[in-house]
């Protein structure tokens, strides 16, 4: 079974950074796409950036120019390095992991990790 685990949120100052983590675990086969994804309560899951098994990359606009998304294929993580952290920030942060499996692709999602932008 296909777990993804996240780390690296907490608490941080306006202007702040974070480096979020998520490793995938528990597949033969290397994932696809990967992503982070955020939420507030009482609004719908948005998408934050998104990167390919080639590296291609796609940023959300209110995180161009601050967060960038990576990727180590040998330790199959991803990662979100959050610059100039705004208090609009403040979120709970999913990755996702998509991967080849014998029903088709399929989407698999970590438990979310809680990013707090604060004074």
């Known amino acids: 079974q296909v777990q993804l685990v996240e780390s690296g949120g907490g608490l941080v100052q306006p202007g702040g950074s974070l480096r979020l983590s998520c490793v995938a675990s528990?597949?033969?086969?290397?994932?696809?796409?990967m992503g982070w994804y955020r939420q507030v309560p009482g609004i719908e899951r948005e998408p934050v950036a998104v990167?390919?098994?080639?590296?291609?990359?796609s940023v959300a606009v209110f995180a161009k120019g601050r967060f960038t998304i990576s990727r180590d294929d040998a330790k199959n993580t991803v990662y979100l390095q959050m610059n100039s952290l705004k208090p609009e920030d403040t979120a709970i942060y999913y990755c996702?992991?998509?991967?080849?499996?014998?029903?088709?692709?399929?989407?698999?999602w970590g438990q979310g990790t809680q990013v707090t932008v604060s004074s």
């Open positions: 990167i390919t098994p080639g590296n291609l990359t």
């Open positions: 528990g597949s033969v086969s290397s994932p696809k796409d």
């Open positions: 996702r992991a998509d991967f080849d499996t014998t029903d088709g692709l399929r989407d698999y």
